[in-house]
Nanobody, 127 residues
Framework: QVQLVESGGGLVQAGGSLRLSCAAS????????MGWFRQAPGKEREFVAA????????RYADSVKGRFTISRDNAKNTANLQMNSLKPEDTAVYYC????????????????????WGQGTQVTVSS
Protein backbone atom coordinates (compact mmCIF):
# COMPACT_ATOMS: atom_id res chain seq x y z
CA GLN A 1 0.00 0.00 0.00
CA VAL A 2 1.16 3.52 -0.79
CA GLN A 3 0.53 6.57 1.34
CA LEU A 4 0.93 9.95 -0.35
CA VAL A 5 1.32 13.22 1.51
CA GLU A 6 1.27 16.60 -0.21
CA SER A 7 2.95 19.71 1.14
CA GLY A 8 3.78 23.22 0.01
CA GLY A 9 0.34 24.70 -0.38
CA GLY A 10 -0.60 28.08 1.01
CA LEU A 11 -1.76 31.60 0.25
CA VAL A 12 -0.01 33.57 -2.47
CA GLN A 13 -0.75 36.69 -4.45
CA ALA A 14 -1.53 36.54 -8.15
CA GLY A 15 1.67 36.28 -10.14
CA GLY A 16 3.46 34.46 -7.36
CA SER A 17 4.85 30.94 -7.17
CA LEU A 18 4.45 27.84 -5.06
CA ARG A 19 6.13 24.46 -5.16
CA LEU A 20 4.08 21.44 -4.15
CA SER A 21 5.73 18.21 -3.09
CA CYS A 22 4.33 14.72 -2.80
CA ALA A 23 6.10 12.27 -0.54
CA ALA A 24 5.36 8.57 -0.50
CA SER A 25 5.62 6.00 2.22
CA UNK A 26 4.73 2.36 2.54
CA UNK A 27 5.98 1.52 -0.92
CA UNK A 28 8.15 3.20 -3.50
CA UNK A 29 6.56 5.39 -6.16
CA UNK A 30 9.82 5.82 -7.99
CA UNK A 31 8.66 3.35 -10.65
CA UNK A 32 5.03 4.55 -10.85
CA UNK A 33 3.47 7.13 -13.16
CA MET A 34 2.38 10.17 -11.15
CA GLY A 35 -0.11 12.95 -11.55
CA TRP A 36 -1.47 16.12 -9.98
CA PHE A 37 -5.14 17.00 -9.92
CA ARG A 38 -7.10 19.84 -8.36
CA GLN A 39 -10.60 20.53 -7.15
CA ALA A 40 -12.06 23.98 -6.67
CA PRO A 41 -15.17 24.59 -4.54
CA GLY A 42 -18.29 23.51 -6.37
CA LYS A 43 -16.33 21.98 -9.24
CA GLU A 44 -15.26 18.51 -10.22
CA ARG A 45 -11.73 17.28 -9.77
CA GLU A 46 -9.66 18.12 -12.84
CA PHE A 47 -6.39 17.00 -14.32
CA VAL A 48 -3.43 19.34 -13.91
CA ALA A 49 -0.24 17.52 -14.88
CA ALA A 50 1.19 14.03 -15.18
CA UNK A 51 4.56 12.39 -15.60
CA UNK A 52 5.53 8.90 -16.66
CA UNK A 53 8.20 6.56 -15.37
CA UNK A 54 11.10 7.25 -15.33
CA UNK A 55 10.11 10.87 -15.95
CA UNK A 56 11.01 11.91 -19.49
CA UNK A 57 7.42 12.42 -20.65
CA UNK A 58 4.92 14.93 -19.22
CA ARG A 59 1.48 16.29 -20.04
CA TYR A 60 -0.34 19.40 -18.83
CA ALA A 61 -3.82 20.80 -18.82
CA ASP A 62 -4.11 23.68 -21.26
CA SER A 63 -4.97 26.02 -18.39
CA VAL A 64 -1.56 25.52 -16.73
CA LYS A 65 0.68 24.86 -19.72
CA GLY A 66 3.73 27.12 -19.67
CA ARG A 67 3.20 28.02 -16.01
CA PHE A 68 3.38 24.71 -14.14
CA THR A 69 6.11 22.09 -14.25
CA ILE A 70 5.81 18.54 -12.95
CA SER A 71 8.93 16.65 -11.98
CA ARG A 72 9.98 13.65 -9.97
CA ASP A 73 12.94 12.65 -7.87
CA ASN A 74 13.03 8.88 -8.00
CA ALA A 75 15.90 8.67 -5.53
CA LYS A 76 13.87 10.60 -2.95
CA ASN A 77 10.58 8.91 -3.81
CA THR A 78 8.88 12.24 -4.41
CA ALA A 79 6.97 14.11 -7.09
CA ASN A 80 6.77 17.89 -7.37
CA LEU A 81 4.68 20.56 -9.02
CA GLN A 82 6.30 23.95 -9.56
CA MET A 83 3.60 26.56 -10.06
CA ASN A 84 4.55 29.97 -11.45
CA SER A 85 2.52 32.99 -12.53
CA LEU A 86 -0.34 31.85 -10.36
CA LYS A 87 -3.82 33.17 -11.04
CA PRO A 88 -6.89 33.38 -8.78
CA GLU A 89 -8.52 30.65 -10.88
CA ASP A 90 -5.75 28.29 -9.76
CA THR A 91 -7.25 28.32 -6.28
CA ALA A 92 -8.14 24.74 -5.36
CA VAL A 93 -7.18 21.75 -3.28
CA TYR A 94 -4.33 20.02 -5.08
CA TYR A 95 -3.94 16.25 -4.96
CA CYS A 96 -1.08 14.05 -6.01
CA UNK A 97 -1.81 10.57 -7.23
CA UNK A 98 0.06 7.45 -8.31
CA UNK A 99 -0.73 4.63 -10.69
CA UNK A 100 -0.11 1.13 -9.38
CA UNK A 101 1.18 -0.07 -12.75
CA UNK A 102 4.93 0.06 -12.35
CA UNK A 103 7.57 0.74 -15.01
CA UNK A 104 4.95 2.22 -17.32
CA UNK A 105 6.13 4.67 -19.94
CA UNK A 106 2.59 6.02 -20.32
CA UNK A 107 1.38 9.35 -19.06
CA UNK A 108 -2.01 8.90 -17.37
CA UNK A 109 -4.54 11.71 -17.72
CA UNK A 110 -7.70 10.17 -16.31
CA UNK A 111 -8.27 10.31 -12.55
CA UNK A 112 -10.02 6.93 -12.69
CA UNK A 113 -6.73 5.30 -13.72
CA UNK A 114 -4.96 6.37 -10.52
CA UNK A 115 -4.87 3.96 -7.61
CA UNK A 116 -3.37 6.00 -4.78
CA TRP A 117 -4.27 9.52 -3.67
CA GLY A 118 -3.02 12.00 -1.13
CA GLN A 119 -5.26 14.01 1.17
CA GLY A 120 -4.68 17.23 -0.71
CA THR A 121 -3.13 20.60 0.02
CA GLN A 122 -4.92 23.92 -0.26
CA VAL A 123 -3.63 26.53 -2.71
CA THR A 124 -5.22 29.96 -2.52
CA VAL A 125 -4.29 32.72 -4.96
CA SER A 126 -5.47 36.21 -4.08
CA SER A 127 -6.06 38.88 -6.66
Amino acid sequence: QVQLVESGGGLVQAGGSLRLSCAASGRTISTCPMGWFRQAPGKEREFVAAINWPGESTRYADSVKGRFTISRDNAKNTANLQMNSLKPEDTAVYYCAAVAQRYSGRVFLNAAEYNYWGQGTQVTVSS
